[in-house]
């Protein structure tokens, strides 16, 4: 079931066109990944599909309705870059408010505090919060009333690597439930393992929008295979197949997707000789570069604009 649907929607300023042509999907369960430089126009996206934007060209659809819709607010958590709430409330009176306001269920609030890992600082004043503190509460809104779309810019930010990661097992149980997931994050790396499509915007236009195997397939970027030998075996493999020596125990080698097996099956040769073999293909912060670095022509063809 598609939760959220963006068809060749484009936003103008004037004649400043900020967003061009992009179109995807999410669908239920779905975690989307949407990168791009500072003014690539995700943030843009995303108030359009929140409804706080007007729409220029294109349309925008959350469970089949116009965005802003009843329906729409409804089924839609958002978590803003930056979250700011009343210093003179505490976690839960401010949880205990946006659930009012989005008649949810007040009961949820104290499972949520207990999820984002508050429930110990919800009787605090928020004023006495880290933003790393904030950052939950802002989470935890979000969460409020099972939202079938989420919404997520920068929701990292402030969080330590144990909350971060935290986060991501949050991330994967409100997919585990159906929930479609489009977050925006600068913070490439923790990606990789944990979203299941990447959409990259450039200059408003979207230049990429696959899973990662196939947009390193995509990108033939090369990968590298490091290769851990016995020390006589070095200067063999070095002469026989090429590749950088490492602190005299390894070779490195690169090669493209398509001829990786059969270089494997050289280095397989090698017998008992070979201890060690690392695989390492491009990673995403390798792609973003990659495909953000379209020329102008390029992206004003993928946005058919």
Known sequence: MVILEIENVGKKYGPLETVCGVSFPVAAGERVALLGH??????????????LTTITSGQIRVLGTAPGSRKARTATGFLPESVAFHGALTGREQLRHFARLKKAPVKQVDELLNRVGLDHAADRKIRTYSKGMRQRVGLAQALLGKPQLALLDEPTSGLDPISRHEFYDIVDDLANNGTAVL????????????TDRIAIMSKGALVANDTLS???LGAQMSIRIKVTLETGAVERMISEIGGERMNGKSVTLTCLQDEKIALLGRISSYGP?????????????????????????????????
């Open 273 to 305: 000789a070979v201890k060690d073999i690392d695989i390492i293909p491009a990673s995403l912060d390798d792609l973003y570069r990659h495909y953000s670095q379209k020329t102008a022509s390029e992206i004003s063809e993928a946005a058919s604009c």
């Open 183 to 194: 977050l925006s994050s600068h913070a490439l790396t923790e990606l990789e393992l944990r």
């Open 38 to 51: 500072n003014g690539a126009g995700k943030t843009t996206l995303m108030r359009m599909i929140l409804g």
């Open 214 to 216: 196939n947009l390193r």
